[in-house]
């Protein structure tokens, strides 16, 4: 587990963002701990969650000429990422897509910089993979390149298959994808976590029932 991941996993524990406890996913199953990036909704919370994704994409080494946020939520993780990597010095162009095309004014379902080059997609977390099939879609379309996917939380369990949602993403679209952290890392925060410790079990079988 690198520094980065560690951190970033106290940080959203402090803002609640992860959560332990039992709650019922789209999937049906029962999950020891929920994931809700949507509670990182403050200036301070925002300033820093950009800064954890520019070093997980710095880390990668991924190579990529601009950030794609996918609506809605990528839409203000793609902005306060490339704030954080320009902190760094790294000046690098973004833009998002509208759900619906706007007919007046600059027109068309792209806000920001033209889709060119390799594209990194931003986004919260992979569950079904529909928020990036639309937009390696609308990427590919303009004649750009989807080069990767850069998500906060991997939570490497399986799908309907024997894959997890980012192993399907990976393989149908030949992609990498990028995480802050994932459930192996959060099992072994857990392990140096005493006052989370009740919770660690649960985590752990979870693991052993769901996890790839």
């Known amino acids: 587990m690198t520094d980065f991941s560690k951190e970033f996993i106290q940080f959203a524990v402090d803002?609640?963002?992860?959560?332990?406890?039992?709650?019922?996913?789209?999937?049906?199953r029962l999950s020891p701990y929920f994931f809700n990036a949507g509670l990182f909704n403050d200036?301070?919370?925002?300033?820093?969650?950009?800064?954890?994704?520019?070093?997980?994409?710095?880390?990668?080494?991924?190579?990529f000429d601009m950030l794609f946020g996918p609506a809605y939520k990528g839409i203000t993780l793609a902005a306060s990422i490339a704030i954080a990597l320009a902190r760094r010095g790294r000046n690098v162009p973004y833009a998002?897509?509208?759900?619906?095309?706007?007919?007046?004014?600059?027109?068309?379902?792209?806000?920001?910089?033209?889709?060119?080059?390799?594209?990194l997609i931003?986004?919260?977390?992979?569950?079904?993979?529909?928020?990036?099939?639309?937009?390696?879609?609308?990427i590919r379309n303009s004649g750009a390149v989807p080069c990767a996917v850069a998500i906060a939380l991997d939570r490497q369990e399986r799908g309907q298959g024997t894959l997890s949602a980012v192993q399907e993403v990976q393989q149908q679209y030949e992609i990498p994808v990028i995480h802050i952290a994932g459930?192996?890392?959060?099992?072994?925060?857990?392990?140096d976590a005493p006052q989370l410790a009740e919770f660690r079990p649960a985590i752990q079988a979870y693991r052993q029932t769901y996890g790839v």
């Open 15 to 28: 803002k609640q963002v992860l959560r332990f406890g039992e709650f019922k996913t789209k999937a049906g």
């Open 43 to 63: 200036g301070d919370s925002l300033l820093k969650l950009g800064e954890f994704y520019a070093s997980a994409i710095i880390e990668s080494g991924m190579e």
């Open 96 to 119: 998002y897509n509208r759900k619906e095309a706007k007919d007046h004014g600059e027109g068309g379902t792209i806000v920001g910089a033209p889709l060119q080059g390799k594209v």
């Open 122 to 138: 931003v986004d919260d977390v992979i569950s079904a993979g529909t928020s990036v099939r639309e937009s390696v879609e609308l």
């Open 183 to 191: 459930l192996a890392d959060l099992i072994q925060y857990l392990e």
